[in-house]
């Protein structure tokens, strides 16, 4: 088997149905399987899926066991010469795994590939791909500079070597994935993605990113950006830290306070803003999803889609706000 794709799902039903149609419409000339690892949802996840994709392996946890432990146990079920870990708010267009699994059989010292990222806005993610936290560079972000956060020296639309790419769309050959021990299970959610990137490269391989390929992340459909995601996420970094680099009173001092401190005055900072823009509807019955994320490249606005088959429409306003989901006939 060519590719096995590990999708995490927690409460997010409709954005997983979503994600499921694009991938099946992806992987229609592909030999692989689709797993989706459920972290004990709420909602009605489980049943959608047995009732509407029978050819999908679900694997039901008993409980949410976070992002590390979940794409772990998703992977030790999977067959496929190569992985995607996926996230169940995106969207893939039909010739993503195509285009990349060629592009991955023709490197050598392959680790992780990415791709392009955009919000529900169609507005591009910058963490698509990242350099490596070090101290310093953690402490700048901590306080409010992400420039050297980001690998800047690959261009949006480019493709080259980076050193951290999303957990979002990870693909990468089974074989490294096991090899790296899978993911850190100390992270129950945020920086395990960075851990992981980071190990591959101490391992020899190389991280690319390619900006010519798009795919859509809603983002955080089930983890508002909120004050806890914050602080989760500030404490991950420290997991990072004191993992990975030499310990130094001085930074020991200034992550733990920063880590403390950044999320209460972030979450004051935030700002909504309603886009103003008329909203757009992308109908799946008459558009490919490669249309669909076309669309969301080329407008900045209030864009929704209609999966094809389906009587609902999904979006999101941005990457900081929850998604919605409305029933067709009640579409005014």
């Not at 997983?16 to 690892?37: G, M, P």
């Amino acid at each position: 088997m060519k590719l096995s794709i590990i999708i995490l799902n927690y409460n997010v039903r409709y954005f997983l149905e979503l994600c499921l149609r694009s991938v099946q419409a992806a992987t229609s000339n592909i030999e692989a399987e689709i797993i989706v690892v459920d972290n004990n949802s709420s909602d009605d996840s489980c049943s959608m899926v047995g009732d509407l994709f029978p050819e999908v392996k679900l694997i039901q946890n008993k409980e949410n066991t976070g992002f590390s432990r979940g794409n772990n146990i998703g992977v030790a079920a999977a067959k496929g010469e190569y992985l995607c870990i996926l996230n169940p708010d995106t969207v893939v267009a039909e010739d993503t795994f195509t285009e990349l699994l060629n592009f991955a059989d023709s490197i050598e010292n392959l680790g992780i590939i990415g791709c392009r990222l955009i919000d529900g806005n169609g507005k591009y993610l910058p963490e698509s791909k990242r350099n490596i936290p070090t101290p310093r560079v953690s402490i700048n972000k901590i306080f409010g500079s992400g420039d050297s956060y980001y690998a800047n020296h690959v261009s949006e639309l480019s493709l080259g070597k980076v050193d951290v790419l999303v957990g979002a769309f990870m693909l990468l050959k089974r074989e490294t994935y096991n090899g790296i021990g899978g993911f850190d299970e100390d992270y129950f959610m945020y920086g395990e993605d960075i851990d992981f990137s980071f190990k591959i490269l101490k391992k020899g391989y190389s991280n690319y990113y390619i900006g010519s390929h798009t795919i859509i992340h809603f983002k955080g459909e089930s983890t508002p950006k909120d004050i806890f995601y914050r602080k989760r996420f500030y404490e991950a970094m420290q997991i990072f830290y004191k993992k990975h680099f030499r310990r130094n009173l001085f930074y020991d001092v200034v992550v733990k306070v920063g880590s403390k401190i950044m999320p209460l005055l972030e979450s004051k900072q935030e700002i909504h803003n309603d886009s103003g823009f008329k909203e757009v509807i992308l109908d799946g019955n008459k558009m490919s999803y490669k249309q669909i994320i076309a669309s969301f490249e080329s407008k900045s606005g209030n864009l929704k889609i209609r999966p094809k088959n389906t009587n609902f429409i999904i979006g999101s306003n941005g990457a900081k706000n929850r998604g919605e989901v409305r029933d067709v006939e009640n579409y005014n």
